[in-house]
């Protein structure tokens, strides 16, 4: 498997074509962003963090029966993945209100909500990402009415098993973003994107102390050692 031509940049990874054509390579950035890119700056070892964070939830997801696009390991800040047509859609479940949850609805950060919430975002920089509806995604025909609810079905199911797995790890899992794609060879529903502490809201179960990307989004301070945390607590 040969690493081909540079393919795309986004805000903390860079995708290339292999040799392979229903393959790509994703190489994880220490680079990091927030409030819609406004904010940059860097976390030294992000990259080998998220890649390796990402890889063993992915694998732990496959294990009970979630299709992801993760293929394997290439070393410390790159995997391999599946080739899939990805919804410009950012679906965003919740367990515990925080973020643009507690400001939109005025609700206390770390609030328990009574069931989980899933919000999906259209996923568009000039127009911020916003919140959409099910019938603003059918006007804009990002997907389905079927994948919709596909998403959300396989979002919940993602969430049962990541709060199990990280409560067993002393994390709660307060919110976290997920998307989706459809695979070019077989055209099933597939998790793609990353699951690490740039897209999970994570807090320390005893003292909720912040082991995610909120550190450097407030400048909290301790990031890198944050994000080495969870590497440790999940990986050893
Ligand atoms: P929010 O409270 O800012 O809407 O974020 C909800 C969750 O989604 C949180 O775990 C962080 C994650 N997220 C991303 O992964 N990418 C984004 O661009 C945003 C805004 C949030
Ligand atoms: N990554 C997103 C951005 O740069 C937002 C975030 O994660 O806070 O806009």
């Known amino acids: 498997m040969q690493?081909?031509?540079?393919?795309?940049?986004?805000?903390?990874?860079k995708i290339f074509r292999t040799s392979e054509p229903g393959l790509l390579l994703v190489e994880y950035k220490d680079d990091a962003t927030a409030f819609d890119g406004r904010k940059k700056g860097t976390i030294v070892g992000k990259g080998a963090?998220?890649?390796?964070?990402s890889a063993h939830?992915?694998?732990?997801?496959?294990?009970?029966?979630?299709?992801?696009?993760?293929?394997?390991?290439?070393?410390?800040?790159?995997?391999?993945?599946?080739?899939a047509?990805?919804?410009a859609l950012e679906v965003v479940?919740?367990?515990?209100?925080?973020?643009?949850?507690?400001?939109?609805?005025?609700?206390?950060?770390?609030?328990?909500?009574p069931a989980p919430v899933v919000e999906t975002y259209y996923k568009n920089d000039a127009l911020h990402d916003p919140l959409i509806n099910?019938?603003?995604?059918?006007?804009?025909?990002?997907?389905?009415?079927?994948?919709?609810?596909?998403?959300?079905?396989?979002a919940l199911r993602v969430n049962e098993i990541?709060?199990?797995?990280?409560?067993?790890?002393?994390?709660?899992?307060v919110d976290f973003k997920l998307e989706f794609g459809i695979s070019q060879?077989?055209?099933?529903?597939?998790?793609?994107?990353?699951?690490?502490?740039?897209?999970?809201?994570?807090?320390?179960?005893?003292?909720?102390e912040k082991l995610d990307k909120d550190r450097f989004r407030r400048d909290l301070g301790g990031v890198e050692e944050a994000y080495a945390e969870i590497l440790r607590r999940l990986i050893g």
């Open 3 to 13: 690493k081909g031509e540079f393919l795309y940049e986004g805000k903390a990874k």
């Open 49 to 53: 963090v998220n890649n390796q964070v």
């Open 85 to 87: 047509r990805v919804f």
């Open 162 to 173: 990541l709060v199990a797995y990280l409560s067993n790890r002393k994390i709660r899992l």
């Open 134 to 154: 099910d019938d603003h995604i059918r006007v804009l025909n990002l997907a389905t009415p079927d994948e919709v609810q596909a998403m959300r079905t396989m």
């Open 185 to 208: 060879d077989e055209g099933r529903l597939l998790l793609v994107d990353e699951v690490s502490p740039d897209t999970c809201r994570l807090w320390d179960q005893d003292t909720g």
């Open 57 to 83: 939830l992915f694998q732990l997801l496959e294990q009970h029966g979630i299709p992801t696009h993760f293929v394997e390991l290439r070393g410390d800040r790159e995997m391999l993945v599946r080739r």
């Open 93 to 113: 479940v919740r367990n515990i209100a925080a973020g643009s949850l507690s400001k939109r609805l005025g609700l206390a950060e770390g609030l328990v909500l």
